[in-house]
T-cell receptor
Framework: DQQVKQNSPSLSVQEGRISILNCDYT??????FLWYKKYPAEGPTFLIS?????DKNEDGRFTVFLNKSAKHLSLHIVPSQPGDSAVYFC??????????FGTGTRLTIIP | EAQVTQNPRYLITVTGKKLTVTCSQNMNHEYMSWYRQDPGLGLRQIYYSMNVEVTDKGDVPEGYKVSRKEKRNFPLILESPSPNQTSLYFCASSSRTSGRPDTQYFGPGTRLTVL
């Protein structure tokens, strides 16, 4: 049973435009959500996170939105740059280090 | 430089031949974990360790063993590998003092092929 789902395996966005990556979860016990970015031949690296007590967190070009009632979170990248091309994983946890990952979305930024 | 290292990075082996993938971190982290990444399934946790001599099963532990005799090392052991263990493996570590999971650092990955 996939508790964290990323329904779009891939996404292509023009450079300079907004990229929106989506993630849905089913377990209402999750209280911390994260996005990881992965380049080929490298391990995932932490990008941004949000606690369930918030509905938005910003870090430069990256913003994560959390809609608890819909069990949905999204990552916005504005403006998109070629270096943002990577696979993005959302992940969730409930109060500890164990992460439950989604299946990933491959983002391609078109110059 | 803070890092998690894995060896080997690539391995091709045959069914039944025991192998060990090593993982080492230099950040004095208490928590270490192994994941496998498969197409369409994302990353799934195999085993984790809260500290030295403390290990526990993750979501997909069958066919794997781990040990945590030293804080910095967390090897993954496949006693009798099978083709369904062909995958990309990641080791990760984090500090438990923050109480949050966003300090988890990942190694570069080990691509294993079992023929």
């Amino acid at each position: 049973d996939q508790q964290v789902k990323q329904n779009s395996p891939s996404l292509s966005v023009q450079e300079g435009r907004i990229s929106i990556l989506n993630c849905d979860y089913t377990n209402s016990m999750f209280d911390y959500f994260l996005w990881y970015k992965k380049y080929p031949a490298e391990g995932p690296t932490f990008l941004i996170s949000i606690s369930s007590i918030k509905d938005k967190n910003e870090d430069g070009r990256f913003t994560v939105f959390l809609n608890k009632s819909a069990k949905h979170l999204s990552l916005h990248i504005v403006p998109s740059q070629p270096g943002d091309s990577a696979v993005y994983f959302c992940a969730a946890s409930f109060g500890n280090e164990k992460l439950t990952f989604g299946t990933g979305t491959r983002l391609t930024i078109i110059p | 430089e803070a890092q998690v290292t894995q060896n080997p990075r690539y391995l091709i082996t045959v069914t039944g031949k025991k192998l060990t993938v090593t993982c080492s971190q230099n950040m004095n982290h208490e928590y270490m974990s192994w994941y496998r990444q498969d197409p369409g399934l994302g990353l799934r946790q195999i085993y984790y360790s809260m500290n030295v001599e403390v290990t526990d099963k993750g979501d997909v532990p069958e066919g794997y063993k781990v040990s945590r005799k030293e804080k910095r090392n967390f090897p993954l052991i496949l006693e009798s590998p099978s083709p369904n263990q062909t995958s990309l493996y990641f080791c990760a570590s984090s500090s438990r003092t923050s109480g949050r999971p966003d300090t988890q650092y990942f190694g570069p990955g080990t691509r294993l092929t079992v023929l």
